[in-house]
C-alpha cells in the first residue's frame, strides 16, 4: 500500500487502480482517500458504478468522455465481478483510456489469473488488503487511541485485540467506545476493556467449533442461532467454521514440530494472542478428526454452490455431522 500512499501525497495518479482484499476497512478508507485526491468535491466528474449488473460498455463510454472544466474525471466501479468473469471489452480498451480519466476498482472477489487483473497490473496499481497482523493492528490502534490522550500496555492491547477482533471497522467502533467510557482518565486498564468492548463473532466461531467436535450439538446449534440472529450470513459463518477448522490443523502440526507460539503465528502470519487459543483447542483433538471436519466444510461448501443445499441448511448439517 506503500504505492497508494504516494500516489496520493505526490498528487500523480496512475490511469487505474484495484483494491481488493477481505479487509473492507482498508479497501472503503483507500477510496476515499483517492477519491478526495482526484475529484475532492467536484461531484460532476464523479462517476459510480456498483454491483454485478454493470455495463462495461456504459462504462467505456464515460470514460471516453472529457472531464468537464478540471483535470481529471474519477469513475468508481465497486463489486462489479469483472474480476471474476472478466469484460473482454474492458480489457481492450484500457490501455487506449484517455489520460484525463482515472478508474478505481473496488472488489471483494478477485481472480488473479484472470486478463483484466493481469491488464490493470501492468496498466496501473493492483493492492491487496489483507488481514493486518497483531503488531500492524495494535499499532495502528495505539495511533488511534494516542491522538485521543490515551495510553494503553502491551498486555492490555492484546486483551483489546482478543475480545475486538481482526477486523478494523470493528476495532475502530470498539475504540470509540473505549475512549468515550475512559473520559478524563489517561491510562486504559484490561477493567476497561472487559467492561466495555464486545466478544466478536470470531469467539463464538472459536467456541462454537469446540462444541462441535465434542459433539454438543445443542450448544453449537444455540450458537449458530445467536450468528443468525446477529445477521451473520449462513455462508460467512461456515467460512468462519472452515477457517477454524484450517487453523486448528496447522498449529496442531506445526506445535508437534515443536515450534513456539511466536514462530507459529510468524508463520501463519496470525495474532499470537489467536494462535494462544487455538493451540489449547488443537490439543484436545486428533488430527484425524480436524481433518475430517475440514473435509465436511469443503462438502457444504460445494452442496450450496451446485445448489443441493440452502446455505441455511448446509451449516444445520454440519454442525449435527449428517453428511454422507
Not at 56 to 76: H, K, Q, S, V
Not at 229 to 238: A, G, Q, S, V
Not at 268 to 295: C, E, H, M, T, W
Request: hydrophobic share 40%.
Amino acid at each position: 500500500m506503500q504505492t497508494l500512499n504516494q500516489d496520493i501525497k505526490d498528487h500523480t495518479f496512475k490511469p487505474v487502480y484495484l483494491l481488493f482484499g477481505e479487509e473492507a476497512f482498508l479497501r472503503n478508507s483507500y477510496k476515499k482517500r483517492l477519491q478526495e485526491a482526484i475529484v475532492g468535491d467536484d461531484t460532476m466528474n464523479l462517476s459510480r458504478f456498483e454491483g454485478k449488473g454493470t455495463d462495461a460498455d456504459e462504462l467505456i463510454r464515460l470514460a471516453d468522455t472529457m472531464p468537464f472544466f478540471a483535470e481529471r474525471r474519477l469513475i468508481l466501479v465497486e463489486d462489479s465481478g469483472f474480476f471474476k468473469n472478466a469484460s473482454e471489452a474492458l480489457v481492450q480498451y484500457l490501455p487506449s483510456m484517455p489520460g484525463t480519466t482515472c478508474l478505481v476498482f473496488v472488489e471483494s472477489e478477485v481472480d488473479k489469473r484472470s486478463k483484466l487483473y493481469k491488464k490493470v497490473k501492468s496498466l496501473g496499481y493492483a493492492a491487496e488488503m489483507g488481514r493486518q497482523d497483531a503488531a500492524q493492528l495494535g499499532r495502528w490502534a495505539g495511533g488511534i487511541l494516542s491522538k485521543e490522550g490515551k495510553k494503553i500496555t502491551g498486555h492490555t492491547m492484546e486483551l483489546f485485540l482478543s475480545m475486538a477482533g481482526d477486523d478494523m471497522e470493528n476495532i475502530r467502533m470498539e475504540l470509540e467506545k473505549l475512549i468515550s467510557y475512559t473520559w478524563g482518565r489517561e491510562v486504559i486498564t484490561d477493567e476497561d476493556v472487559e467492561a466495555v468492548c464486545t466478544v466478536r463473532v470470531s469467539n463464538r466461531i472459536f467456541e462454537m467449533v469446540s462444541a462441535i467436535v465434542n459433539q454438543q450439538t445443542r450448544r453449537a446449534m444455540e450458537l449458530y442461532e445467536d450468528l443468525l440472529t446477529l445477521k451473520e450470513p449462513p455462508m460467512r459463518i461456515l467460512f468462519l467454521i472452515a477457517r477454524q477448522f484450517n487453523q486448528l490443523l496447522q498449529v496442531k502440526e506445526l506445535t508437534e514440530k515443536g515450534l513456539e507460539r511466536k514462530t507459529i503465528a510468524s508463520r501463519l502470519k496470525l495474532q499470537p494472542f489467536v494462535v494462544g487459543k487455538v493451540i489449547p483447542q488443537a490439543r484436545q483433538f486428533s488430527r484425524d478428526q480436524i481433518l475430517s471436519y475440514v473435509n465436511l466444510c469443503v462438502e457444504a461448501e460445494e452442496a450450496v454452490k451446485t445448489g443441493r443445499l440452502s446455505d441455511r441448511l448446509a451449516v444445520e448439517l454440519l454442525i449435527t455431522r449428517q453428511y454422507g
